[in-house]
């Protein structure tokens, strides 16, 4: 019997399987999903398209502006799933950051941004203070607005695997990457999917497990970074806020959290509290959703809405003794040769630079691949053309 034989086989169709199936359009592609596409870290995300404000303070500058042009493409190939909002900073006495700071904040982010439509801020005058869906006035020194953009993750996710398919991906799920052994130029990986074990041999092996990325590394007998696993809770209430996103302080820590518009109600994210057991057990915990509440009534005294649900995800950080808001937030692509790489491991990373970090993924693996015709420019698929199943 013959074994299938693939160029790319992708373990794991988050958003970073999917962007890398559809970067390598042209190739023999085959990516495995344990469960289904975007389950993962995909669809637990704040769901922002945005180039990450809060990163400027870290010095992140490289980052933000990479992620502000994948905003704009999104923006343009993805408009039924991709839009621009309006994003509120209210600073009080109290604030961590005084208003100079956060238009100093807001002027680089417009620079970075191409200064064009859409990355222009202004400051509300008092007159609209009372506009805000309750928004509490009193210690209010300023109110900003700018420009960010929201999604749905795990129906982007599923786009552009869809596009990928499109371009010929062959794409299983459920089925369990189970191991790898490098051959010299090739793996011969194992998967187990409507209960029998696969194999199939591929050129290259791209680990895109998200939280789960270690143990896939051990799993193809591979090095591994040294990594933290964050976690970050969401709460979806019943009634909406306003349409816009508030980026608030939490009145207990300063730590940022976003009051977002949501399927006509609200969500409220995140927290970041580190996680050191199995990915697959990630829950919320009471003391988060707690956290949350807080927040949200600190500063919409009068909100009536309901909790109806929470979620968790995992954050894939370096690991470092600082705090994991100032850590970097930036993809790290781990290879077995750095020359002529057959395994590339996806660390980290966000939704907004998936494109980006797929076509560094496909630049990388030039010299393990062979030639294709003609490279398909993943800034030019309309991803609203692909059917989402
Ligand atoms: C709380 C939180 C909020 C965030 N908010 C934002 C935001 O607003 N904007 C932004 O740009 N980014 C955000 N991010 C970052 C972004 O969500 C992630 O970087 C991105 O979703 C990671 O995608 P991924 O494909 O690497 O991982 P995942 O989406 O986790 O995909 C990995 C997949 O691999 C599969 N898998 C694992 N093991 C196996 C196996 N053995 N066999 C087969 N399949 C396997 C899993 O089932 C999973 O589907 C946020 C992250 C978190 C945690």
Redesign the pocket.
């Known amino acids: 019997m013959t074994e299938d034989r693939y160029d790319i086989a992708v373990?794991?169709?988050?958003?970073?399987?999917?962007?890398v199936a559809q970067a390598a359009a042209g190739y023999r592609t085959l990516v495995?999903?344990?469960?289904?596409?975007?389950?993962?870290?995909?669809?637990?995300?704040?769901?922002?398209?945005?180039g990450?404000l809060r990163y400027l303070e870290s010095g992140q500058l490289r980052l933000v502006r990479e992620?502000l042009r994948e905003r704009e493409i999104l923006l343009r190939i993805a408009p039924g799933l991709v839009r621009r909002v309006p994003f509120l900073i209210p600073v009080y006495q109290d604030s961590a950051r005084p208003p100079w700071k956060i238009r100093l904040g807001l002027s680089v982010y417009a620079v970075l941004g191409g200064g064009q439509r859409g990355t222009r801020f202004r400051s509300l005058g008092r007159n609209a203070w009372n506009t805000l869906g309750g928004l509490r006035t009193d210690g209010l020194r300023a109110v900003f607005e700018y420009w960010d953009a929201q999604?749905d993750?795990a129906a982007l996710?599923r786009a552009v695997l869809s596009s990928a398919r499109d371009y010929g991906t062959e794409v299983i799920?459920?089925?369990?990457?189970?191991d790898a052994v490098c051959e010299g130029d090739a793996y011969r990986i194992r998967?187990r999917a409507q209960g029998q074990v696969r194999t199939c041999v591929t050129t290259v092996l791209i680990n895109?497990?998200?939280?789960?990325?270690n143990?896939?590394q051990e799993?193809a007998q591979a090095p591994s970074l040294a990594i933290d696993l964050?976690?970050?809770?969401?709460i979806h209430l019943d009634r909406p806020v306003t349409d816009r996103v508030f980026y608030v302080e939490s009145p207990r820590d300063r730590r940022p959290v976003?009051v977002m518009p949501w399927r006509g109600a609200t969500l409220v994210?995140?927290?970041e509290t580190v996680f050191r057991s199995d990915?697959e057990s990630v829950l919320p915990l009471p003391q988060e959703i707690e956290y949350l509440e807080e927040t949200l009534r600190h500063y919409f005294p009068r909100y009536p809405g309901k909790r109806m649900e929470a979620m968790?995800?995992?954050?894939?950080l370096p690991k470092q003794a600082a705090s994991p808001q100032s850590r970097s937030?930036e993809?790290v692509l781990l290879c077995d040769d750095p020359a002529r790489p057959h395994l590339v491991a996806?660390y980290?990373?966000?939704?907004?630079?998936?494109r980006a970090t797929a076509a560094k993924v496909l630049r990388i693996l030039g010299p393990s691949l062979p030639p294709v015709a003609k490279r398909v420019r993943t800034d030019n698929i309309d991803l609203s053309a692909s059917a989402i199943d």
């Open positions: 373990v794991g169709a988050g958003i970073h399987g999917a962007g495995i999903e344990k469960s289904a596409p975007g389950a993962g870290t995909s669809s637990r995300s704040s769901k922002l398209i945005h990450g992620s999604t993750d996710t799920y459920p089925a369990l990457f189970e998967y895109a497990g998200g939280p789960w990325v143990e896939i799993r964050v976690q970050g809770t969401h976003f994210g995140t927290t990915p968790a995800g995992l954050r894939v937030r993809t996806i980290g990373g966000k939704l907004t630079a998936y």
